[in-house]
């Protein structure tokens, strides 16, 4: 009988509040952090259990593209609480060089005011 290789990690969860500076005012994401076996030396996986309109979020998992969480741009030894506060800072200014869905990333730079809309809507579900 074969062995299974299952991986050491690590679930943390957060609820972030949502800046008041920012389309979500008022709104409280619930999010999951996935801490790889070689965690602080490789980033965490993070993604918004609580459904967002964002840029930078997948709509259909809640993934975060974020370019601090790269592979290639993670810092050895960063800390959660740092995710945090890239998160708290994306939730203000959203990365538009790391747009998860492209259609969503149209809507932003074309149909701002409607991009605008569901993000508040996002927002007032998540109360």
């Given at each position: 009988?074969?062995?299974?290789?299952?991986?050491?990690?690590?679930?943390?969860?957060?609820?972030?509040?949502?800046?008041?500076?920012?389309?979500?005012?008022?709104?409280?994401?619930?999010?999951?952090?996935?801490?790889?076996e070689n965690y602080p030396l490789g980033p965490p996986?993070?993604?918004?259990?609580?459904?967002?309109?964002?840029?930078?979020?997948?709509?259909?998992?809640?993934?975060?593209?974020?370019?601090?969480?790269?592979?290639?741009?993670?810092?050895?030894?960063?800390?959660?609480?740092?995710?945090?506060?890239?998160?708290?800072?994306?939730?203000?200014?959203?990365?538009?060089?790391?747009?998860?869905?492209?259609?969503?990333?149209?809507?932003?730079?074309?149909?701002?005011?409607?991009?605008?809309?569901?993000?508040?809507?996002?927002?007032?579900?998540?109360?």
């Amino acid at each position: 009988m074969a062995k299974l290789n299952v991986e050491t990690r690590s679930y943390k969860e957060a609820v972030i509040p949502a800046p008041q500076d920012s389309l979500y005012k008022g709104g409280k994401f619930k999010i999951q952090i996935l801490l790889p076996e070689n965690y602080p030396l490789g980033p965490p996986i993070v993604r918004f259990i609580t459904p967002i309109y964002h840029l930078n979020v997948s709509q259909t998992s809640g993934q975060v593209c974020l370019r601090f969480l790269a592979e290639d741009e993670w810092v050895a030894g960063g800390t959660i609480e740092q995710v945090l506060n890239a998160l708290f800072s994306l939730l203000i200014r959203p990365e538009e060089d790391n747009a998860f869905d492209h259609d969503v990333l149209n809507e932003y730079h074309h149909y701002k005011t409607r991009y605008d809309s569901n993000a508040r809507k996002s927002a007032e579900k998540a109360t």
